[in-house]
């Protein structure tokens, strides 16, 4: 007598390298495979529904450790298989009750998954996360004359302080705008995420761009170099790159909206 | 898959790599806010809505919801954020100007430097040498109060 199993979906693809697959682990430890469907490839693997059902996951996501090791074994299987060529990934926890369903649904929806994956094609994503840089060190405060007091020359550090804080903002955030404008330059597509919180991104900085950039194959280099450049150019913010990611950020209709627009900080209201 | 090797290189960049063989050294982060919130979203036979789990409401939805989502549940904070948003750090600046968060700490120092001010003034006038005025002594004095506002 076997648990009742769930099919856990990672990714669909035009081909697959079954090679590619192997020794994979995917969500809770079991194997990844290969399906046809519609033409093409769905890549999926039994998972037990004791701990993947409706009431399972909402109880299992809410466990941050479950969901770290979730989320990581997820993107493995799709980082893996966006290594051998094009895929779209799919959200975490995307579950079905069987192989058919998974085929007949992918099967329905071929003609999209079909123009997405060609318009990634081999193109990879590729994060800049853009940090306002550490204070530096406080500068003897020229302000106060010579003849003022001790007291004079405390309160107009203080001021000089205040203003300078608000400058530093500005210029991080006029400094993101631009490095995000410069970089969708050599992007196919360009995307603005809201900044992480630094619970999440584990910086005690503030940050003030989380972009996502579609390069086309064999511009990473060049990416990379305008990266450096730009942080050289805007001492005022850190850059981070991350990546070659899957194109998580540039597929489907959900990634489509304001996200696209040119500047990170609205200036609407 | 081959990665440009820049370490916080010269100016100022970071690289790091994504997958990597074995993702551990990848950031949890940008990993959960990929996975939960960017993907192709498509129903399955499973229907879990991740906005509605709780710890994501609380502990990450906030930070990882996208902009869109953000703001279909009423979070514009990303717009708000003084960081972002050069109009939004002069509102909050005149809002702690005006007494609110901070306001007190702002008055406390305006005060301060008032008092200071006063003294200052008056002991590098010269004509009264005797350091204990007291304030309300000093404020009596045309010239010497009242020039601190401006």
């Known amino acids: 007598m076997t648990e009742p199993r769930g099919v856990w979906l990672y990714a669909v693809a035009g081909q697959v390298d079954a090679a590619a697959l192997t020794g994979l ?18 890549v ?24 770290a090791a979730t989320a990581r074994a997820h993107h493995q299987v799709i980082d893996a298989l966006a290594r051998q060529g094009p895929l779209v ?4 926890a995307t579950v079905y009750r069987s192989f058919a369903s998974v085929i007949a ?20 994503e590729w ?37 300078a804080n608000q400058s530093r903002r500005r210029e991080a955030a006029a400094s993101a705008r631009t490095v995000h404008g410069e970089l969708s330059r050599h992007a196919a597509e360009a995307r603005c995420h809201p900044p992480q919180a630094p619970q999440l ?41 991350t990546g070659p990611w899957p194109a998580y950020s540039f597929v489907g209709a959900s990634a489509e909206g304001p996200g696209r627009s040119a500047a990170p900080a609205s200036t609407e209201n | 898959m081959s990665m440009p090797d820049v370490r916080r290189g010269a100016g100022g960049a970071q690289i790091q790599g994504a997958g990597g063989w074995g993702g551990q050294s990848t950031n949890l982060g940008d990993i959960l806010e990929r996975v939960l919130d960017k ?5 399955g036979d499973i229907r879990v809505n991740l906005l509605d789990i709780e710890l994501l409401t609380i502990k990450l939805r906030l930070v990882i919801a996208s902009l869109e989502t953000a703001k279909s549940v009423g979070i514009n904070w990303w717009e708000s954020d003084p960081w972002l948003n050069a109009d939004a750090a002069d ?24 008092q200071l001010r006063n003294r200052v003034a008056e002991l590098e006038s010269g004509d009264r040498p005797e350091a204990g005025a007291a304030d309300d002594e000093v404020r009596a004095r045309p010239g010497a109060g009242r020039r601190s506002r401006d």
């Open chain 1, 25 to 42: 682990a995917g969500v809770g430890g079991g194997a990844v495979r290969a399906v046809a469907a519609g033409g093409l490839t769905a």
């Open chain 1, 44 to 67: 999926a693997g039994d998972v037990e529904l004791e701990e993947y059902s409706e009431a399972a996951l909402r109880r299992n996501l809410e466990d941050m450790d479950w969901l």
């Open chain 1, 89 to 92: 990934p799919m959200r975490l």
């Open chain 1, 105 to 124: 649904t992918i099967t329905a929806r071929a003609g999209d998954f079909r123009q997405t994956l060609d318009r990634l094609g081999t193109r990879k």
């Open chain 1, 127 to 163: 994060g800049v996360k853009a940090y306002m840089a550490d204070e530096p060190a406080p500068a003897a405060a020229p302000g106060a004359g010579p003849a003022a007091g001790a007291g004079t020359a405390y309160l107009m550090r203080r001021r000089e302080q205040l203003s």
């Open chain 1, 201 to 241: 991104s584990g910086e005690r900085a503030v940050m003030v761009l989380n972009a996502a950039y579609l390069l086309d194959e064999g511009r990473a280099t060049e990416f990379a170099e305008a990266v450096t450049v730009l942080a050289g150019r805007h001492p005022s913010i850190r850059l981070e790159l």
């Open chain 2, 39 to 43: 993907g192709l979203v498509i129903a």
């Open chain 2, 91 to 114: 509102r909050q600046e005149r809002r702690r100007a005006a007494g609110g968060d901070g306001g007190r700490e702002l008055a406390d120092l305006e005060d301060e430097n008032r």
